[in-house]
């Protein structure tokens, strides 16, 4: 047999239809028209230093790659593109602006008033005494032009039902077209050799991603969204420390209602679930058919952790520039995905 024909029959189908929280959106529309409608906007939550040995630049960036950029900084500034950093990675079809960080130690800082791209802006340089390191930011600010709307009142709808929150979904662009990443995942949990240490991350994230949000989806799909299990792993909104509901009386439930306190789902990792009683049981159950990605995270050395079931927009506000045409502004905690809010709104 081929390598080829190894491959295809390696192939399995991950189907990237998750359950909607309201049902399918009634209108259609579009965005990301043009870059300048998706507009995302840094926040990391602490201030730097101004001394120190890595240089910190603000940088908005249109229609231009997290990664590119990152290398041509560090071409620019004459150090090893392991020196250069950012919190994440942003939209390429997108007006981003986001912190990278430089490690120069020692050394004068660059003027990178004659650093040139096309799309790219410096707005300020400013030292801290530590790199940005991924993840490290406290959120995002959206600024999202949603265009061609079909039904202006159920767009309306929408927007009220979303203040309610969203299923807390990692966003179809981490799995790849027809979940291609989680397939790749297994593969290579199946011994398939990946050199390339993005590429395994990515794949990684992937299946871990899409185990996560089958246990969101099918959460909906029962009505278990809001209503918790005995032994629920729930996480207090504010900080990541989460704790396994000890029983359903009526004060832990004022405090999931006041959301004090928010449900969970699975990040899978090595270890035993964080759930107990009848939610192990239940997200044990919806994982089921998913033995071979959940042996290969743990072999991978990820670890069991948590995240919030439900996302609840920030600052959500909506200006109609027109019938068809809705500027919607929101903000979302580190490593929650804006369309995550866009797929409840429209189609």
Request: charged content about 25%; glycine content about 8%; overall charge neutral.
């Amino acid at each position: 047999m081929s390598n080829s024909e190894n491959i295809q029959e390696e192939k399995k189908v991950f189907s990237l239809d998750f359950n909607f929280l309201y049902g399918k959106p009634k209108s259609s529309g579009v965005y990301k028209q043009c870059c300048e409608d998706f507009v995302v906007k840094e926040n990391l939550g602490f201030e730097l230093t101004g001394e120190g040995e890595h240089v910190c630049l603000w940088i908005q960036k249109i229609g231009e790659n997290t990664q590119y950029l990152a290398r041509q900084l560090a071409k620019f500034a004459e150090i090893p593109a392991r020196n250069v950093s950012y919190a994440g990675l942003k939209d390429r079809q997108g007006d981003t602006w986001q912190w990278f960080s430089l490690h120069i130690p020692g050394k004068i800082t660059p003027d990178f008033n004659l650093f040139e791209s096309e799309g790219v802006t410096i707005h300020k340089v400013i030292r801290h005494h530590k790199k940005i390191k991924t993840g490290a930011l406290d959120g995002n600010h959206f600024s999202i032009t949603l265009r061609d709307i079909s039904d202006k009142q159920a767009v309306e709808q929408a927007l009220l039902n979303v203040q309610n929150g969203v299923p807390n979904y990692f966003g179809e662009q981490r799995f790849g077209f027809d979940g291609f990443n989680v397939n790749s995942a297994l593969m290579m949990f199946n011994g398939r050799k990946i050199k390339d240490r993005f590429k395994r991350g990515i794949y990684l994230s992937a299946a871990r991603s899409y185990l996560f949000n089958q246990v969101v989806s099918q959460r909906i799909a029962d009505e278990l969204y809001l209503q918790p299990l005995l032994g629920d792993c729930v996480q207090f909104v504010g900080n990541r420390s989460f704790f396994p509901l000890p029983d359903l009386e009526q004060h832990s439930l004022q405090r999931l209602q006041s959301r004090e306190i928010c449900l969970t789902a699975p990040l899978w990792g090595a270890g035993e679930l964080a759930s107990e009683l009848d939610a192990k049981c239940y997200e044990t159950k919806v994982l089921a058919d998913y033995q071979e990605l959940q042996a290969g995270l743990a072999k991978n050395g990820l670890k069991q952790e948590r995240r919030p079931l439900l996302l609840v927009a920030q600052e959500l506000s909506a200006a109609w520039l027109d019938d068809q045409t809705v500027c919607i502004n929101f903000y979302l905690p580190s490593g929650c995905y804006a369309t995550s809010v866009l797929r409840e709104l429209i189609q």
